[in-house]
């Protein structure tokens, strides 16, 4: 796979990934869900802290601001140097399956980067109202954005047995989270690498000796 096809998947994603972010961002209230089929939902949720919403203040004695400050600038880090790696393994002419994953996981780093970045910036709170893009009085700063999700497919929702000790009458739902078009392409990206991890790093005639 060359640069200009590596450049098309990325670009491919951002596109549908932002469209779909600033659509439920300008049409939904902050936890406002509509049904598209019983085992699928679009449902407004903001996420300010890494994977399943856990927050760096959580884990560490630091502030919430600070928590998400310091997520942000790593993830500015992190998107470096899978971009360098992406630019390297094409320039290498490394294996199709791995340029295609690593495509994928820069192009859903870089979906969430840019709300982590600039959405504290350009709209308002979604709380209790729609948000209006480019606001005049937008609910954060530079570096202090919240990720958008929408993506929610509880696939099963129903009620434990009244027999199954401790949990029994608990509400069970699969799946849980609620995720984003960007957060697919990276799980879709780690998991090529995994299954197709032979096809994506392919041993060497020197290795293949050795072994």
């Known amino acids: 796979m060359n640069l200009k096809k590596s450049l098309l998947i990325i670009i491919l994603i951002l596109v549908i990934d932002q469209i779909s972010k600033i659509y439920v961002k300008t049409n939904f209230i902050l936890g406002e869900s509509t049904i598209v089929f019983d085992w699928f939902k679009i ?11 856990t927050k760096l203040s959580d884990l560490l ?7 998400k400050l310091v997520l942000t600038i790593f993830r500015l880090f992190a998107i470096f140097g899978i ?5 390297d393994i094409i320039k290498k002419q490394s294996p199709k399956t791995l340029i295609l994953a690593v495509s994928l996981i820069f192009a859903g780093a870089l979906g969430n980067i840019i709300d982590s970045v600039f959405y504290g910036m350009i709209f308002n709170d979604s709380s209790g109202q729609v948000a209006t893009l480019f606001s005049d009085d937008p609910y954060g700063k530079i570096f202090y954005g919240k990720v958008v999700d929408m993506l929610y497919f509880p696939l099963i929702d ?33 998991g ?10 392919p041993k060497t005639d020197k290795e293949n000796a050795e072994s």
């Not at 004695?61 to 928590?67: A, D, K, R, V």
């Not at 971009?83 to 630019?87: S, T």
């Open 43 to 53: 449902l407004f949720i903001e996420n300010e802290g890494a994977a399943w919403g």
């Open 61 to 67: 004695p630091i502030s919430e601001s600070t928590g």
């Open 83 to 87: 971009g360098y790696w992406l630019w």
């Open 192 to 201: 090529i690498l995994i299954v197709f991890n032979k096809k994506a790093f």
């Open 158 to 190: 129903t009620t434990w047995p009244e027999w199954v000790p401790s949990i029994g009458g608990n509400n069970f739902r699969f799946f849980e989270p609620v995720f984003n078009v960007a957060d697919t392409a990276i799980s879709t990206g780690v």
